[in-house]
């Protein structure tokens, strides 16, 4: 009941605020009314549908709206509130100035400024248009990202070696599949030398996939194989189940699905890749993430390898390599990791702007990080959970080419 409080007066808290933006720009007694009105209605159809989530069912169509309406409306308010706050620190900062100066409360605190609400209306604007642009048309905006890594230790028939890698496919959000079969296509279209899927094929059930499985068949076969690894929604763990059993038999499906699809799943175990009589480790680890479940086993997975061995490393959740792998005695030249999505909404202007609020929970979001010659690159997912849309971070297919020598500056 107490949780229900706190959200109940924090969702006033942000209509307050926002309301007085709209009232200092306009007077218009029908449009205050209006928009009163409808925001109260929405407000109360998303307390109700939050209350109306069923753990024993899962992300259903209901919860997937509510959670984008939600985003689409108080995104943009909470930074209507932000704006108004701040007014209202410098409106109690002039009322105090105001005291000391005259010694009197007359007309101390002052009123606030049209200009000011003019502003946060505009800023606010820019937010509620991307998600409404992200909803229709950025989840589907697909980027095929190119990336260069350099290791002076890299075998000599490896340079030049390409992987294509995709993330985060989360198939039971899908809802247009001409849009999934163009990305297709542009996966099609590159010249990689191999295929990397790290994780989450699905959002909780098998079948979410089923639909789509002939549509991935169509990915074309790889000179050096197509694998992938577990994320943490494969597991089935955001859901109550009835029966521990039908948890285990989703979970097999689930393991299944990579293979239904042409891709060879590893759980903690690793493979060489053999060119020209020279030979790299692929090792690929079951989810593995600070705050997730913890099933990836590094040291099983690489058991048998050396600090002089090449290593390519699969795993989901790029907290892993920020936790285990980036200081492990082992070496592991090169980290492939997804998870973040970058929340699906941020700002990126190559060579001069990367932020998202991805940025304030994990250390490594989206693009390439390196610590000490080691390197992990985290990408920004196929697909999209929960917001039904991207704003800013695109839906990304990642080309990484493998170079012999020093870094490029």
Do not use: C
């Amino acid at each position: 009941m107490i949780r229900w409080i706190i959200a109940i007066a924090i969702f006033l808290l942000i209509e307050i605020y926002a309301f007085q933006a709209f009232r200092t720009v306009t007077k218009i007694r029908w449009v205050l009314s209006g928009y009163t009105i409808f925001s109260v209605l929405i407000m109360i159809f998303l307390l109700y549908s939050f209350s109306q989530f069923d753990r024993t069912v899962g992300q259903s169509k209901l919860m997937v709206f509510t959670f984008t309406l939600f985003i689409l409306v108080y995104v943009p308010k909470i930074l209507l509130m932000i704006v108004m706050f701040g007014e209202d620190i410098f409106r109690l900062f002039a009322s105090a100035v105001n005291y000391f100066l005259t010694k009197t409360t007359v007309g101390a605190i002052p009123s606030r400024r049209k200009f000011v609400s003019q502003i946060a209306l505009a800023l606010a604007a820019i937010p509620f248009s991307s998600l409404i642009y992200g909803i229709f048309e950025g989840k589907y905006n697909f980027k095929v990202i190119r990336q260069t890594i350099f290791f002076p230790d890299l075998p000599d028939a490896f340079d030049g070696f390409r992987i294509t890698q995709i993330s985060d496919v989360h198939s039971g959000s899908f809802d247009d599949k001409e849009k999934i079969e163009y990305a297709i296509d542009l996966i099609n279209q590159e010249e990689s030398d191999m295929m990397l899927f790290t994780g989450d094929i699905v959002n909780t059930f098998a079948k979410e996939m089923y639909p789509w499985i002939d549509t991935f068949n169509r990915i074309k076969p790889y000179k050096y194989g197509k694998f992938s690894v577990l994320g943490n929604h494969d597991y089935g763990e955001y859901l109550k189940w009835h029966s521990e059993y039908a948890k285990e038999m989703n979970f097999k499906a689930i393991k299944d699905l990579y293979g239904q699809i042409g891709f060879e799943l590893m759980l903690n175990e690793h493979r060489f890749i053999e060119k020209d009589g020279q030979k790299i480790a692929l090792v690929g680890v079951e989810n593995w993430g600070k705050n997730f479940k913890k099933a990836g086993d590094l040291n099983k997975a690489s058991q048998g390898l050396t600090d002089q061995d090449f290593k390519v490393l699969m795993s989901h959740d790029p907290s892993h390599w920020e936790y285990q792998v980036k200081n492990d005695p082992k070496h592991f030249h090169l980290t492939l990791s997804g998870h973040t999505h970058g929340l699906q909404f941020g700002i990126e202007i190559p060579g001069f702007l990367k932020w998202s609020p991805a940025q304030y929970i994990y250390k490594q979001w989206a693009g390439l990080y390196e610590h000490l010659g080691r390197y992990v690159y985290v990408n920004r997912g196929f697909g999209f959970h929960a917001y039904q849309g991207r704003a800013g971070i695109w839906p990304e297919i990642t080309i990484i080419q493998l170079k012999k020598g020093e870094k490029v500056a």
